[in-house]
């Protein structure tokens, strides 16, 4: 199983990024996904999650309003679309693959090895 991101960069505040995450390996529509994020010298935290039909949708505080999460089950790809970025949005974002939608990291089984997101203020 393999998890890849892709689109992060490097953003001015208020700025949007799309984030994407590409799986393979196995049968992506039936898993939820996850993105989490963490940066220097802080815990990974949550940041949204999608069930496996794309239904059914998670954001965190943090980030409502603001990012959306998607899923493509065709293509085998989750994004998470963040707009109006904060200079705390800076961190390394993961998706990760699990059962079902949750905010515990030990949820899921598969992650992916990060994307990079800076935001300047």
């Known amino acids: 199983v393999q998890l890849v991101e892709s689109g992060g960069g490097l953003v001015q505040a208020g700025g949007s990024l799309n984030l994407s995450c590409a799986v393979s390996g196995l049968t992506f529509g039936n898993y939820a996904m996850g993105w989490f994020r963490q940066a220097p010298g802080k815990e990974q935290s949550f940041v949204a999650g999608?069930?496996?039909?794309?239904?059914?949708?998670h954001v965190a505080g943090s980030g409502q309003g603001r990012f959306t999460i998607s899923r493509d089950n065709a293509k085998n790809e989750v994004y998470l679309q963040m707009n109006g970025l904060k200079p705390e949005d800076t961190a390394d974002y993961y998706c990760?693959?699990?059962?079902?939608?949750?905010?515990?990291?030990?949820?899921?089984?598969?992650w992916g090895q990060g994307t990079q997101v800076t935001v300047s203020s």
């Open positions: 999608i069930s496996w039909s794309g239904r059914s949708t």
């Open positions: 990760a693959l699990g059962g079902a939608i949750a905010t515990a990291p030990e949820e899921y089984d598969y």
